[in-house]
């Protein structure tokens, strides 16, 4: 009997046992809740206080609470909703034309981590006066990590297909990046090029493209390895347009660095300079075919193209 009833009482022990640590969990879970409501009630708190030190301190409390809100901004997506629903964007970019470097590049930086937020990219894009700043950042920014945040911010905002038209229809918005692309860090060719390949998906962006120098900066970019995958993304975007396939074909060893990315590159890249020496022989016209078809590789190419 008593062996019988071992099972019994080791059975009504787990049982216990588990309704304990269910229990436990239980509390564990409601204290854990209670703590993150309390932390982002601090959080929202916190936001208020240094925007209103932001907008209404000294210099060097506006340079200490624009840093705050920098690291605040790339902490979770609530401190950026508090963030901008205090008020801090405009109070942010008025520090863009600060004369003290890390002012303009903690603000700016504030305003990239923003606008990862999707409901910010509308708050930063409808702040009047505020893509022209950040613009202006892009050109003029006192430190190489402002202008490259600038490039990045103008790369995230980019992401909606509303505000493409507006960066690139703003004064100096694609020129800059061009520039950057062709003479930026490692990093800030990266962010220059990502922000042109959205600004590419645009259809109406092309004319600007190769007006401001854009197309002939990422031809030439071709041959730099850090950026070169990209680069042939957004040529072949630019090159649905005929003027632009026949533009990117004259240019000096467009074709021949599109090839040597097909024979080098990794897998997309080699994939992007396929497509694009595809849609440069579709839009280009009898020339560029010619012209394509005179590199040794391609024979086979040309008449699957042209099939």
């Not at 409601?30 to 929202?44: G, W």
């Not at 990045?152 to 061009?178: C, N, P, Q, R, Y």
Request: net charge positive.
């Amino acid at each position: 009997m008593k062996n019988g009833n071992k099972p019994f009482v080791f059975q009504k022990r787990s049982n216990s046992i588990k309704t304990s640590n269910i229990e436990a969990l239980f509390k564990l879970q409601t204290s854990l809740a209670a703590n993150r409501i309390t932390t982002i009630k601090a959080n929202r708190i916190t936001a208020l206080m240094l925007v209103e030190q932001l907008s209404a301190g000294s210099q060097e409390v506006k340079v200490v609470a624009a840093r705050e809100l920098r690291l605040m901004a790339k902490t979770g997506k609530e401190n950026r909703s508090f963030i901008a629903e205090g008020g801090a964007i405009p109070a942010l970019y008025r520090l863009f034309r600060s004369t003290n470097p890390v002012a303009q590049e903690n603000a700016l930086t504030a305003i990239l981590n923003k606008s990862t937020h999707d409901e910010n990219k509308r708050k930063i894009m409808e702040e009047n006066g505020c893509l022209e700043l950040i613009v202006y950042v892009l050109r003029y920014g006192l430190t190489t990590e402002a202008r490259e945040n600038a490039a990045a911010t103008l790369f995230s905002l980019s992401a909606v297909h509303d505000f493409k038209k507006m960066i690139v229809g703003e004064h100096g918005a694609v020129a800059a990046l061009a520039d950057l692309l062709m003479q930026g860090s490692p990093r800030g060719k990266k962010d220059a090029v990502m922000a042109l390949f959205n600004l590419s998906t645009h259809p109406e962006s092309w004319s600007q493209m190769l007006n401001m120098g854009a197309v002939s900066a990422l031809a030439g970019a071709l041959r730099d390895e850090i950026v070169a995958e990209e680069v042939a993304g957004a040529l072949t975007l630019l090159m649905r347009h005929h003027i632009l396939a026949q533009t990117i074909a004259s240019e000096d060893t467009a074709i021949t660095n599109l090839v040597g990315l097909m024979e080098r590159g990794t897998p997309k890249a080699k994939e992007n300079a396929i497509a694009a020496l595809q849609e440069m022989c579709r839009r280009g016209g009898l020339n560029v075919i010619q012209n394509v078809a005179k590199m040794p590789m391609f024979s086979g190419l040309i008449q699957t193209i042209l099939l």
